[in-house]
């Protein structure tokens, strides 16, 4: 026979369970502003790389500073693209007046 848990085990579960959801919840928030917002990214990676006590948070810093990075880099590119079209464009749709 199964022994049946005594409340507080199930409480103790339930609150390690929603502490998981919202540690996950947060983590993936701060991925999302790394994406949308570069800078925001790239402070907070900084911050907690260096601040971090845990492999798990410099991971975490780590990564959002990645994601900073790479959306400067994109932007630039972006931006790149855009300028070269537009003056290709205007070059090419020269009068003849």
């Not at 507080?8 to 929603?18: F, G, M, P, S, V």
């Not at 790239?42 to 990075?69: D, F, H, N, W, Y």
Request: aromatic share 10%; proline share 2%; hydrophobic share 55%.
């Amino acid at each position: 026979m199964e022994e049946t848990k005594v409340p507080q085990e199930r409480y103790d579960e339930r609150l390690k369970a929603t502490v998981d959801i919202l540690y996950l919840f947060n983590v993936t928030w701060l991925y999302v502003f790394s994406l949308l917002y570069p800078l925001v990214g790239i402070v907070m990676g900084i911050i907690l790389r260096a601040g971090s006590l845990s492999e798990k948070g410099k991971r975490i810093g780590m990564i959002a500073l990645i994601l900073g990075i790479i959306n400067i880099v994109v932007c630039i590119i972006i931006f790149v693209i855009i300028l070269i079209v537009g003056l290709a464009t205007a070059a090419g749709g020269r009068s003849v007046y």
